[in-house]
């Protein structure tokens, strides 16, 4: 089966800075990668994909890369506001195996 | 209704209990998921429905979980004899096929 790898377990920026988080997956088949951002004590909410057949994609203030070749996709947080702060979880495959998920938090 | 509705919300139980965990999926959505979060931890795969037809079960701990879903609809996930460390939030989500996974909010299980 899908083993997703993320790093960091915690991020700790200043408002303003950009944030960068990173997952590995294990399996070639895999062709869908979500993002998604969990508040506290709510489910999770997806904040932008990507398909294997684009390298990036971008959505306003957040965007995500994929290299299908080193099978690893990250995503990218520019101008971070406190807002942001929250755990985000990548996954990748058909049934969605996820990565354990990065605490970030955005100081004012 | 506008998005995936779960219930209860909370739910705490005596441990060698069974409960029931109900799952109503966005309509027109064929594929639902449910998915357990350990408190701090990621997203733990349990099961996956395609109608009510569930083509991958590889996620299910023990034969103490089942899961059932009635046509494109409802679906119920029923632990028996409760154990402490079943206690998690479980989340349930739906999509059309292919397309992204939109998750409810999660029934909060605690067995004491």
């Known amino acids: 089966g899908e083993n997703v790898e993320q790093h960091p377990s915690t991020l700790s920026v200043q408002e303003g800075d950009s944030a960068v988080i990173k997952c590995t997956y294990s399996?070639?088949?895999?062709?869908?990668f979500p993002w998604y951002k969990q508040e506290l004590g709510k489910g999770p909410q997806l904040i932008i994909d990507i398909r294997s057949n684009v390298g990036e994609k971008k959505d306003q203030r957040i965007a995500v890369t994929l290299n299908k070749t080193a099978k690893h996709f990250s995503l990218h947080i520019t101008e971070t506001q406190p807002e942001d702060s929250a755990v985000y979880f990548c996954a990748a495959a058909s049934t969605l195996t996820f990565g354990k998920g990065t605490m970030l938090l955005v100081s004012p | 209704g506008a998005g995936v509705s779960q219930s209860p919300s909370n739910k705490v139980t005596e441990k060698g209990k069974d409960v029931e965990l109900r799952c109503d999926p966005i309509?027109?959505?064929?594929?639902l998921y449910w998915y357990r979060q350990r408190l701090g931890q990621g997203l733990e795969f349990l099961i996956y429905?395609?109608?009510?037809?569930?083509?991958?079960k590889s996620g299910l701990p023990s034969d103490r979980f089942s899961a059932e879903r009635t046509g494109e609809s409802v679906s119920t996930l029923t632990i028996q004899r409760t154990q402490q460390e079943d206690s998690a939030v479980y989340l349930c989500?739906?999509?059309?096929?292919?397309?992204?996974?939109?998750f409810g909010s999660g029934t909060q299980l605690s067995v004491l």
């Open positions: 399996d070639s088949a895999s062709n869908y």
């Open positions: 309509s027109g959505h064929t594929a």
């Open positions: 429905f395609q109608g009510n037809s569930a083509p991958d």
């Open positions: 989500a739906s999509s059309r096929v292919g397309e992204k996974l939109l």
